[in-house]
């Protein structure tokens, strides 16, 4: 087999920084080496079939993105990014692996839906790819249903108190679905918003003419984020059951997650660089001449941008930092303006949901490590340990170990992303929700499964090279 060694980097995982040599055969990293590269007076660099220098720079464990929606069919059109598009996007940007969500709407079979979600991925993925079940209509059933997840190596499925008529659970749907996770071993992921009180809402206002993109997340307010987080705890805590609550945006949604962990449950919640960065200011101040004030679409999303002015971003970094919040994923759900946000001109509530960064995350969290807000090895910890550990992947995903997929990215400290249209964006959307941004920082090297997939600005992969990942159970239940 072929044997690459990655000399003179400065290799960073969670646990810690140290300059080291990383020796791969074929798929594998085998050896983590004093830099030098000799073992017991052998010369590695010498014996091996290519050498990669990675003086100056990071090697890290590749991104794991676990949360996105290639293909999700959604407010009556389909995601913009297939998986082989969207894969391929997330590779350029240093994520070697995702997790996607496979949908079981009410009235379909969860087998079917998770039938359905291989057959969009298999063969078309340029990195590795695992699923989440969504459970869309919580059912005798689907409640068998889920008893078969853990088998099929998808040990995580969401649920949605949000979005009436589509995925919406009730309370008693919600608990009687915690009640098979806690028994089968599976992460309960909850999308944490009060939606028959947002539909209410955002009929209201539109029945006022407050139409524009903007009134999309005044309707979906934070105290129906905190609401809705509060119960999913307390549901999980009456069940006993480990709850993941997906893309946190409230400062009060936080305070409720810190609360329950404070209490000793099992709790624990996700972010995504929007609500670090983006703002519902921001988003009422957007007006382009093409668009006027719907170029906001742009940034529809849900959990909604949360006002800046309230402190929602700053607590968002701050949880990351204590680890009220364990980790960053994208919630990659794009949509192109034109054909597709465009549904919601005249209505709001037709944007289709949903913004897309699985290319851009390990650079925007990057400048996390770049201002002081996290350190180097929590941006590792953030972007890839704790997704390995908290959907069964760990030892293999997120450490560069003996043992370890050789899932690498060699990260340039010195480098420079211009982010947007153009530039480096490789998704499949006719707009940016980054355009402009400036990354200190930049991805040169990509290797998943030993292959180098994207060098110096060339991308070398193919569809195909990503695998099914049969994940265990997370490292979170007890
Ligand atoms: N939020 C989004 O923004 N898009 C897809 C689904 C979701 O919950
Ligand atoms: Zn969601
Ligand atoms: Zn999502
Ligand atoms: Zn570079």
Redesign the pocket.
């Known amino acids: 087999m072929s044997k690459t060694l990655i000399t003179n980097g400065t290799v960073v995982n969670s646990t810690g920084t140290a300059l080291a040599d990383v020796l791969v055969d074929g798929e594998t990293i085998v050896a983590v080496l004093a830099p030098g590269s000799t073992l017991l007076g052998f010369d590695v660099a010498a014996n091996v079939d290519a050498v990669i220098d990675a003086a100056g720079k990071y090697v890290i464990p590749g991104g794991i993105d676990a949360h996105t929606h290639m293909e999700l069919p959604f407010g009556g059109t389909n995601a913009s990014d297939t998986f082989e598009t969207g894969t391929r996007a997330a590779a350029w940007g240093g994520t070697t692996s995702i997790v996607d969500f496979a949908v079981q709407r009410y009235g379909e079979r969860v087998e079917d839906g998770l039938a359905a979600w291989h057959e969009k991925a298999a063969g078309n993925c340029a990195i590795d790819y695992g699923f989440h079940q969504i459970v869309g209509g919580v059912d005798a059933d689907s409640l068998q249903a889920m008893r078969g997840l853990v088998d099929e190596g998808v040990s995580s499925y969401k649920l949605?108190m949000a979005y009436p008529g589509v995925f919406y659970s009730d309370d008693a749907q919600i608990l009687r679905a915690m009640q098979v996770a806690r028994e089968e071993g599976l992460l309960t992921m909850m999308?944490a918003e009060n939606g028959p009180a947002i539909d209410v809402l955002a009929e209201q206002l539109v029945a006022q003419k407050k139409t524009s993109p903007y009134f999309h997340g005044i309707a979906r307010a934070w105290q129906l984020e905190e609401e809705a987080t509060h119960r999913a705890i307390m549901l999980a805590d009456v069940t006993d059951a480990p709850l993941y609550v997906?893309?946190v945006s409230a400062k009060q949604a936080v305070g409720q997650l810190a609360w329950a962990r404070d209490r000793g449950m099992n709790v624990f919640g996700e972010t995504c660089p929007q609500y670090l960065y983006l703002s519902l200011e921001e988003q009422l101040g957007a007006v382009s001449e093409e668009w006027g004030d719907f170029e906001g679409a742009k940034w529809v999303c849900?959990t909604p941008l949360r006002a800046r002015e309230d402190g929602h971003q700053h607590a968002m970094w701050n949880a990351l930092r204590t680890n009220d919040l364990q980790m960053v994923s994208t919630?990659h759900c794009p949509f192109c303006m034109k054909g597709q946000k465009d549904l919601g001109l005249t209505d709001f509530r037709a944007i289709p949901n949903g913004i897309g960064s699985v290319e851009h995350r390990m650079d925007l969290m990057y400048q996390g490590v770049v201002t002081g807000e996290i350190t180097l090895e929590r941006w590792v910890e953030l972007t890839s340990t704790t997704p390995a550990r908290m959907f069964g992947m760990y030892g293999k995903k997120g450490v560069i170990q003996p043992g370890a997929d050789a899932d690498l990215v060699i990260y340039d400290p010195n480098g420079h992303t211009s982010i947007g249209l153009g530039k480096t964006h490789h998704m499949n959307m006719d707009y940016s929700a980054w355009e402009g941004y400036e990354i200190d920082g930049h991805v040169d090297t990509v290797i998943s499964h030993g292959k180098v997939i994207v060098d110096d600005g060339e991308y070398l992969g193919a569809k195909g090279d990503g695998r099914f990942v049969k994940r265990g159970l997370s490292q979170y239940l007890i």
């Open positions: 949605f999308h997906v893309h849900s919630d």
